[in-house]
């Protein structure tokens, strides 16, 4: 979860780039999602456009994502099993390392 305006959302950007270097996309699969609602798809495109390494899927947030993946303060990551439980919840900047250690558990 972020937003185009959050700088720590931006600092997150490159831990998450780290992450899609080190596991394969049949093993991990990352989602952007920007939860501030006034933003365009414009805005999104362009903030992808910042960071051309980041090959996955961004994406707005709709009220009724929030309602099953609230986020109090971004960035937030949600670390899903393969079942699409969560097995993980991180709120402000995680680093890759740690990012890594707890995915390698769940693949």
Same mark, same amino acid.
């Given at each position: =979860?972020? #937003?185009?305006?959050?700088?720590p959302?931006k600092?997150?950007?490159?831990?998450?780039i780290?992450?899609?270097?080190? +596991?394969s996309?049949?093993? !991990? !699969?990352?989602?952007?999602?920007?939860?501030?609602?006034?933003?365009? %798809?414009?805005?999104?495109?362009?903030?992808?456009?910042?960071?051309? #390494?980041?090959?996955?899927?961004?994406a707005?947030?709709? =009220?009724d +994502?929030?309602?099953?993946?609230? #986020?109090? *303060?971004?960035?937030? %990551?949600?670390? %899903?099993?393969?079942?699409?439980?969560?097995?993980?919840?991180? !709120?402000? %900047?995680? *680093?890759?390392?740690?990012? #890594?250690?707890?995915?390698?558990?769940l693949i």
């Amino acid at each position: =979860m972020f #937003a185009t305006w959050c700088p720590p959302c931006k600092e997150q950007m490159s831990e998450l780039i780290d992450i899609q270097s080190r +596991f394969s996309s049949d093993d !991990v !699969v990352i989602l952007s999602v920007d939860t501030d609602l006034t933003e365009t %798809l414009s805005q999104i495109r362009d903030f992808k456009e910042d960071y051309p #390494a980041a090959k996955w899927t961004f994406a707005r947030s709709t =009220m009724d +994502f929030n309602t099953f993946f609230p #986020a109090s *303060s971004i960035p937030t %990551l949600f670390i %899903l099993d393969r079942d699409g439980r969560r097995a993980g919840t991180h !709120v402000g %900047l995680t *680093s890759a390392d740690r990012l #890594a250690f707890e995915m390698s558990e769940l693949i």
